[in-house]
């Protein structure tokens, strides 16, 4: 998958595709949908399949201080998409000047003479430029006039309503990564770099890889049975693990990071780059009276989760 980060000087190769546009968080059965519209729009015009979205999210640079939303960094999403296999991710800066750029100039300057994009999906409730003043009906009459396809997805429903991020992150605040996982189409995860930590999980039998949370939505702190896939380095590889997600309340204040145990691993992970698919919330997070009460639950935790993943896809 190429990555195309401005929507000027667009290199030959990169225009003409079919793209999905939306912010995509969580790629969930929703973005899904619309991103199959756009495949088969690809497939029809021997063209590209795309998907244009911005960096930071919209919601971040308009309220830059409001808590972390986030169910996936940029880096998570561009993985999740080439594994659906779009073929350019349009990851457009947003910006003050984006951001000001009225309807129709947005499909001239964008999507026309920008990008060249020939065929775009959006969903129905899609509003797009300056003060989110334009709507489906309004792109379509801009691409009849400059000369790109437009299609509209229908939203998506699951169990209780439409399928949206913000009822992804509900369930995940909710301890339901279950729910979640049937909104997304898979396992929510969190993915980055192994950080160096206290190392008091290899103190007590139980070493951790550690990675931070930091600008991502919290899901609800306490342990998860939870699928590992280390995507790099010499122990690349998929696991099962029993992970702590919170701010570790038997050793004082600390900022909310996740401490993944990986069952029957032996080697060092600093520095790699981890996916930890949260698969069952197994208990909130705890503060015991002793190390060897902690060290009893732990064993308890990693016994609940082998049972979990075993009757979890």
């Known amino acids: 998958m190429r990555i195309v980060r401005h929507y000027r000087g667009t290199a030959p190769e990169d225009r003409g595709a079919s793209a999905a546009i939306g912010n995509f968080d969580g790629v969930h059965l929703g973005h899904q949908h619309i991103i199959d519209i756009a495949r088969r729009g690809a497939q029809e015009r021997s063209a590209p399949l795309g998907v244009l979205t911005f960096e930071p999210h919209p919601r971040q640079y308009f309220a830059p201080v409001a808590p972390p939303f986030r169910l996936m960094s940029a880096q998570s999403r561009a993985n999740r998409l080439a594994r659906l296999g779009v073929e350019r991710l349009y990851e ?3 910006d003050a000047a984006l951001a000001a750029l009225p309807p129709e100039a947005f499909a001239r300057e964008v999507i026309h003479e920008g990008l060249g994009l020939s065929h775009i999906v959006i969903g129905a409730d899609f509003r797009f430029g300056a003060e989110r003043a334009g709507d489906a009906a309004d792109l379509r009459r801009f691409g009849e006039r400059m000369g790109f396809d437009v ?7 699951a169990a209780g309503g439409e399928i949206s991020s913000t009822r992804i992150r509900e369930a995940l605040s909710a301890g339901d990564p279950v729910s979640a996982r049937r909104m997304l189409g898979h396992h929510h995860r969190i993915e980055g770099a192994v950080i160096g930590g206290e190392r008091r999980g290899r103190e007590l039998g139980y070493p951790t890889a550690n990675m931070s949370l930091e600008g ?3 899901p609800a702190f306490g342990v998860y049975a939870v699928r590992v896939q280390v995507l790099d380095g010499a122990h690349a590889g998929s696991h099962d693990g029993v992970a702590s997600l919170g701010v570790r309340p ?3 204040e600390n900022t909310a990071n996740l401490e993944t145990h990986l069952f029957d691993f032996s080697g060092d992970l600093y520095g790699a780059q981890l996916s930890v698919a949260l698969v069952a919330y197994l208990r909130p997070e705890e503060r015991f009276e002793s190390l060897d009460a902690l060290i009893a639950q732990m064993d308890a935790d990693s016994r609940e989760a082998r049972r979990a993943l075993q009757s979890q896809p």
């Open 92 to 94: 457009l800066p947003f």
């Open 151 to 157: 299609s509209l997805a229908d939203l998506v429903g």
């Open 216 to 218: 991502l939505h919290l």
């Open 250 to 252: 038997m050793f004082g």
